[in-house]
């Protein structure tokens, strides 16, 4: 099969391109390439025969045009978004525009391609969205993929308006799309401005290690690796017009989540320890979610998914690749905002 990935130069579509080659399938990885990307995460598959990258903006319907007409792949995976809650409180405009606007933009050019080609049933559009569209639970529940969408933050309001939209598309349209909506993902090659690689890249360092109110929130976690799994699994067998719930099983607070980060350095790097003295809690973030969490009964059971890692062991190998790969989050730290507190309201 030959996929477009929008989006595959960021973090969890990058992990998508790397599985899917090694897979056998062709990729063309469409990407405009914004302050989230980096194209070194595709660097191990981006020399062979079975990988095309296109910088491209889902907002231009042209160059989308274009770039269907000379691919010509079999389905669309779309990953790209604007995805940094915190950045989404200080600029939601962006997340408007990219999520919302290029996602329809996308929709019509892959409908335009589909009809062309006299509307095959088996193409596919999947939409790759986030839990974080139901909103926030209490102490108890999970996130069905009936749960009404209650989205809090600038970001989650826009992948919510999104998945609509796509829902739309093939109610009206018949265009053969699929779709999911996944739990905190976390790994190798995960952007530094994020919940995790914060946590490891400032204990190495020995700063604060800042955590959001008093770090009571939940959150599931799932490694990047059994996301990105889990999405070709929906591309391939999902049904057309349902959507999957995606989740770990690895429900953690922050805070329990930033002493295990900090208990696997105590080990790897005995030198810095006890890591888990840096830490300093810092003001909330405005309309911070208590609580997510998923019930992924449907994809284990219809499409015969479930994570392969517990959350001790994608941490451990988390925290091992980013003490491996110094490189590479060096380069991204000086980039717009990294390192900054953003959306503090
Ligand atoms: N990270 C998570 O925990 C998580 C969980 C569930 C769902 N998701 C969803 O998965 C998708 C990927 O998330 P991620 O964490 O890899 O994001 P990311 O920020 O790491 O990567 C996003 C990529 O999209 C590209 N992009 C942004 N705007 C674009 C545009 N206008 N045109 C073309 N490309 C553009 C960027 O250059 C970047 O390479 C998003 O849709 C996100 O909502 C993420």
């Known amino acids: ?27 063309v990885n469409l990407d405009a390439l914004t302050y989230a990307a980096c194209l070194a995460n595709v660097a191990e598959v981006s020399d062979g025969p079975d990988y095309a990258f296109e910088q491209a903006d889902i907002r231009d319907a042209r160059a989308l045009d274009r770039i269907l007409d000379t691919h010509r792949p079999d389905s669309v995976m779309h990953l790209a978004a604007e995805s940094h809650v915190d950045r989404s409180i200080d600029g939601p405009g962006t997340f408007i525009d990219t999520n919302v606007t290029g996602t329809y933009t996308l929709l019509e050019a892959a409908r335009r391609y589909w009809q062309a080609q006299g509307a095959p049933e088996a193409f596919r559009f999947h939409h790759v969205s986030t839990d974080e569209v139901y909103g926030s639970l209490g102490a108890t529940g999970f996130f069905t993929e009936d749960t009404p969408y209650a989205p809090n933050s600038p970001y989650s309001a826009s992948k919510a308006a999104s998945d609509h939209l796509v829902r739309a598309w093939g109610e009206t349209y018949g265009l053969p799309v699929v779709m999911s909506n996944c739990s905190n993902n976390y790994g190798p090659y995960h952007f530094p401005e994020k919940l995790v690689p914060v946590v490891i890249l400032k204990a190495l360092a020995g700063e604060a290690i800042p955590v959001y109110g008093t770090g009571e929130n939940v959150r599931d976690w799932l490694y990047v690796e059994d996301h990105a799994d889990a999405l070709l699994t929906v591309l391939g067998k999902g ?3 349902r959507s999957y719930n995606i989740g770990g099983d690895n429900e953690l607070t922050n805070i329990a989540l930033v002493r295990l980060i900090c208990a696997i350095l105590d080990e790897m790097r005995p030198g810095g320890a006890p890591h888990a003295d840096l830490i300093a809690f810092v003001a909330d973030r ?9 019930d992924a009964t449907r994809i284990r059971e ?10 001790e062991e994608g941490l451990r190998r988390t925290v091992l690749w980013y003490l491996d790969n110094e490189p590479w989050w060096r380069a991204l730290q000086d980039r717009d905002g990294v390192g900054k507190r953003l959306g503090n309201g």
């Open 1 to 27: 099969m030959k996929i477009l990935v929008t989006g595959g130069a960021g973090f969890i579509g990058s992990a998508v391109i790397r599985r899917a080659v090694a897979a056998g399938h062709g990729v």
């Open 286 to 294: 405005p309309g911070h979610d208590m609580r997510y969490a998923i």
């Open 302 to 311: 219809e499409l015969g998914w479930k994570p392969s890692l517990t959350v």
């Open 239 to 241: 049904a057309v017009g």
